[in-house]
């Protein structure tokens, strides 16, 4: 059974001070990952998907995968207070189907 | 349209009472899922429909049914509502054609059960 966890559990940084979130997975042949924002009351927003090991940017948002490692992390640049929101992984896998699971989210929170 | 459409956006229930929750999709996504979310947890996958055939989690398999009508729609049925019901429920579709598909997810509907 796929297991994702995310660390840390809440993140504080200063306004355009990198922030880092991680996440790590248990199954190896897992080939699809996604980092989604929640912002509260909201539904989900997909900030950035990354399919092969390596790094993939989508704006302020960049994703590193190694799945040698299980990990996959995302950094945001230049983080703004109204990037201040809950930050899930998702880690997909095909058996016959499409499943996603989710790990427990990051809060993260920006100060000005 | 990208747009996974959820009704309603709130859902009021009472303890004892069904629920039915609905989902559509015009994107002709091959699956379609049913998530729970709990403040501060992560979205749980409760089901989810590959084409027709339903894939139910073991730890809710009693406590979710759902049906698939058609290609475009998926509902969402607790037949007898409970208290530990109340959350925002996601329903989401892909298509499964290569590993590097998108998942598209609706904005949700939160139900509470009083």
């Known amino acids: 059974q796929q297991k994702v966890q995310q660390s840390p559990e809440s993140l504080t940084v200063s306004e355009g001070a990198m922030a880092s979130l991680n996440c790590t997975f248990s199954d190896g042949t897992s080939n699809n990952f996604r980092w989604y924002r929640q912002h509260s009351a909201k539904g989900l927003e997909v900030l950035v998907s990354?399919?092969?090991?390596g790094e993939k940017e989508e704006g302020r948002f960049t994703a590193h995968l190694n799945r040698a490692n299980l990990h996959v992390s995302l950094h945001i640049r230049e983080p703004q207070p109204s990037d201040s929101a809950v930050y899930l992984c998702?880690?997909?896998?095909?058996?016959?189907?499409?499943?996603?699971?989710f790990g427990s989210g990051t809060r993260l929170l920006v100060s000005p | 349209d990208t747009t996974v459409k959820q009704n309603p956006r709130y859902k009021l229930a009472r303890v004892g009472k069904p629920v039915n929750l609905i989902c559509s999709q015009t994107?002709?996504?091959?699956?379609m899922y049913w998530y729970q979310k709990k403040p501060n947890q992560a979205p749980k996958l409760l089901l989810f429909y590959y084409d027709k055939i339903l894939n139910r989690e073991a730890d809710t398999f009693e406590k979710f049914q759902s049906s698939r009508p058609n290609n475009s729609f998926c509902s969402l049925y607790i037949g007898s509502a409970g208290l530990e019901y109340s959350a925002m429920y996601l329903c989401?579709?892909?298509?499964?054609?290569?590993?590097?598909?998108?998942?598209?997810f609706g904005k949700g509907t939160r139900l509470t059960v009083v």
């Open positions: 994107m002709n996504h091959d699956t």
């Open positions: 989401a579709s892909s298509a499964t054609g290569t590993a590097n598909t998108e998942v598209f």
């Open positions: 990354i399919f092969s090991d």
């Open positions: 998702a880690v997909s896998m095909r058996p016959g189907g499409y499943k996603v699971v």
